[in-house]
Nanobody, 124 residues
């Protein structure tokens, strides 16, 4: 069983920055692939970024160059640094763990554990 707890969301003006954190339980965090997804009102949950157990990283096109995913295995934590935020980044952001090495980082169905989400609101 893996528990994920996100933090770091909030309200920020366009052009600002936030850093999301996701603290995970479990002794084998370093072996998990981790992802960040987001869901805006009335929309489906969508992929934002992922980092594999070997530190390969992936991003959706709309955040490339603005967001950076990283992990600290000693702290069982994955981060999402978000810079140059835009109003269209407004959503609930979810952290997720893929403990079965699906290799399909972009899909919701690939992840078997999810956090409760943290709200990010970017005002124009």
């Amino acid at each position: 069983q893996v528990q994920l707890v996100e933090s770091g969301g909030g309200l920020v003006h366009a052009g600002g920055s936030l850093r999301l954190s996701c603290a995970a339980s479990g002794r084998t965090f370093s072996s998990y692939d981790m992802g960040w997804f987001r869901q805006a009102p009335g929309k489906e949950r969508e992929f934002v970024s992922a980092i594999t157990w070997s530190n390969s990283t992936y991003y959706t096109d709309s955040v490339k160059g603005r967001f950076t995913i990283s992990r600290d295995n000693a702290k069982n934590t994955v981060y999402l640094q978000m810079n140059t935020l835009k109003p269209e980044d407004t959503a609930v952001y979810y952290c997720a763990a893929d403990t079965y090495y699906s290799g399909s980082y972009y899909y919701v169905r690939s992840y078997d554990y999810w956090g409760q989400g943290t709200q990010v609101t970017v005002s124009s």
